[in-house]
């Protein structure tokens, strides 16, 4: 039963992670910006969307995770959502171009329930692992869902290599929405909730109660320093890795020309790579602890963006990629497995919540930091004599040095917590 639980919990991350590969980076987010809306303007709305998204996730996320966590209903969350997200990502079979509203109502859903979602998904993974066990299960889960990436992106781009126009592009949203529910439902069959409902005390409604409980967790904090040290140190470095990975394609664009098969073949680089850093670095957090497991991860990171200041050529910049794919799933993996082991039992969903507020606000302040940098220095070296292209490629330089710097203090701050899988370990 516990071996079903646990393939079951693999099997969502399959397919949601299909949505991430195909709406978020490969082929949606292209469909919007260069069909849809078309131009400098396609890019902004989509930051826009994203940005909007995120918000509501913020807000929602904390809330819903003590609520679930009270009345012990993390998967009838996780349905919900799930059920938002596959609903929206197939109605953006509909959006064509000029459909500039409906194209972002529809993402902003779809996204929205994704990530909603994400937080009661990565709550269940104290119900379905131990303490012992719990970053090697993590790990796991996040190599099997980069698979499911791959897998659909090998299923909808040769359709769009093969049929031109944007009809097999909209089709592709249909196929991902399919792919995403199919494997999400082993989970809500095989994956049973270990906690118990509590009863609702008099005069209290769900709503106010879970601001009560947050509120009293975030007062709360001097209990769950080590906590609080985690998100510090988790905010700046995931900074770092969002940066890079929401201007992905525009680094490879602008440093080395590339085409849009040319980073779509990138994306699937990234992706088959992840899914052994995450299978690597789940054995190291088991064996060594999760805080070292992250060190390793983020120092070979640090090492990749430090690279791409220097590398010239486009096959390099694939082998960096490749590099950057094994390192950065280490990261969030582990990273993920962290909030498990420091959470005190029975707010699994209540800490994931504040998790995911730390990882969303993450998803805002760190693309914009590289967007500030990024025109701000390419105005700079612009006005000191470089041509137009020129400058454009030393400020993305720029922008990934400062990338870089959030990975460094991100690092120094994990120094100052405590690897709670080993003291556990050492204690059993």
């Keep these: 039963m516990a071996k079903r639980a646990r393939w079951a919990w693999y099997l969502y991350d399959f397919g949601n992670s299909a949505y991430a590969a195909v709406i978020l980076l490969a082929v949606y987010s292209a469909y919007f910006k260069g069909t849809v809306v078309g131009g400098a303007r396609g890019s902004w709305l989509w930051g826009l969307s994203i940005g909007i998204a995120m918000l509501i996730v913020t807000v929602l996320s904390p809330i819903l995770g003590t609520i679930a966590d009270f ?78 990436g791959v897998v659909c992106l090998l299923i909808v781009l040769p359709l769009i290599i093969l049929f031109k126009g944007a009809l097999m592009v909209r ?21 049973k909730e270990k906690a118990e409902p509590q009863a609702l005390p008099a005069g209290e409604n769900y709503l106010s109660l879970a601001y009560k409980r947050l509120s009293t967790t975030i007062k709360s904090t001097r209990q769950f320093r080590q906590f609080i040290r985690f998100i510090i140190a988790f905010l700046v470095y995931n900074d770092g890795i969002l940066m890079i990975l929401d201007f992905a394609a525009i680094i490879g664009a602008v440093l080395f020309g590339m085409n849009q098969q040319q980073l779509i073949i990138l994306m699937i680089i990234v992706q088959v790579t992840s899914i052994g850093g995450a299978f690597l670095f789940g054995i190291i957090a088991d064996r060594l602890g999760s ?29 960096l990629a ?37 990882g969303r606000t993450s998803s805002f302040i760190g693309p914009t930091v590289y967007g500030w ?19 454009e490629q030393s400020g993305q330089r720029a922008a990934v040095l400062s990338a870089a710097a959030f990975l460094v203090v991100g690092l120094i701050l994990l120094f100052f917590v405590k690897d709670a899988s080993r003291n556990k370990k050492e204690t059993a």
């Design 171 to 191: 089709v592709s949203m249909i196929i991902t929405a399919v792919f995403y529910a199919l494997s999400s439902i082993p989970l809500f069959l095989w994956v």
């Design 322 to 358: 490749a590099v950057a794919g094994f390192a950065l799933t280490g990261v969030q993996s582990v990273s993920r497995t962290m909030v498990g082991q420091i959470s005190p039992e029975g707010k699994s969903g209540e800490f994931y919540g504040l998790f995911s507020v730390a």
């Design 71 to 148: 009345v012990a209903a993390k998967k009838r969350f996780l349905f919900v959502f799930t059920a938002l997200s596959v609903t929206a990502t197939s109605l953006l079979f509909f959006v064509e171009a000029g459909d500039i509203l409906s194209g972002m109502i529809f993402f902003i859903i779809a996204e929205v329930g994704y990530r909603a979602a994400q937080v009661f998904y990565d709550a269940l993974l104290p119900e379905i692992s131990s303490q012992e066990d719990m970053a090697k299960v993590s790990g796991n889960g996040w190599a099997i869902g980069s698979a499911g």
């Design 373 to 391: 940098v990024a025109v701000g220095a390419a105005n700079y070296f612009h006005s000191v004599g470089q041509t137009l292209h020129v400058a």
């Design 291 to 319: 805080k070292r497991a992250i060190v390793y991860s983020l120092v070979m990171m640090l090492v990749t963006v430090c690279s791409l200041v220097f590398i010239q050529s486009l096959v390099g910049f694939y082998l």
